[in-house]
């Protein structure tokens, strides 16, 4: 079953460099670790990008998560992550074996962060197939693995 994986968390801000120079930078919103395997298609990733963007860990005038990123057109760094398809059931090496390649990944995390803007985002990203350091403070704390 195709399946989008995120690792996403709720920030105050967040920003992602590259070799030193920063390359994306978000205010409140959401840190997005986006990774991709074998199976994945275009419509998979349109549907990541719908969840992500009406996904409810928002505090509402109750302090109760119920408003989303669209409620309060808060903002998102996508970062591609291939390590979140790291599998560690076979030791303490972890298998990378289901994370697509990066020539089949790379299509379709633009493919997320194009929809999120059609839907209406604000969409800062990384570099694909770089190293990059991403700083941010998490708010609440609060992170949630996204599983499409």
């Given at each position: ?22 390359v994306g930078r ?13 199976s994945d298609d ?107």
């Amino acid at each position: 079953d195709p399946c989008v994986r995120a690792v996403v968390q709720r920030v105050s801000s967040a920003f992602v460099t590259v070799a030193g120079e920063e390359v994306g930078r978000i205010g409140r919103g959401l840190c997005v670790l986006l990774g991709v395997t074998h199976s994945d298609d275009e419509a998979v990733a349109r549907k990541m990008a719908e969840k992500l963007w009406h996904l409810r860990v928002f505090d509402d005038e109750r302090g109760v998560m119920n408003r989303s990123a669209a409620d309060l057109g808060a903002e998102l760094l996508v970062v591609s992550q291939f390590t979140v398809y790291g599998d560690t059931s076979g030791g303490r090496r972890p298998s990378w074996i289901a994370a697509a390649r990066p020539e089949q990944a790379e299509p379709l995390v633009t493919a997320v962060v194009e929809e999120l803007r059609r839907l209406g985002a604000t969409v800062a990203t990384g570099r694909f197939r770089t190293a990059m350091q991403v700083t941010l403070t998490n708010d609440g704390p609060v992170t949630v693995i996204v599983d499409r």
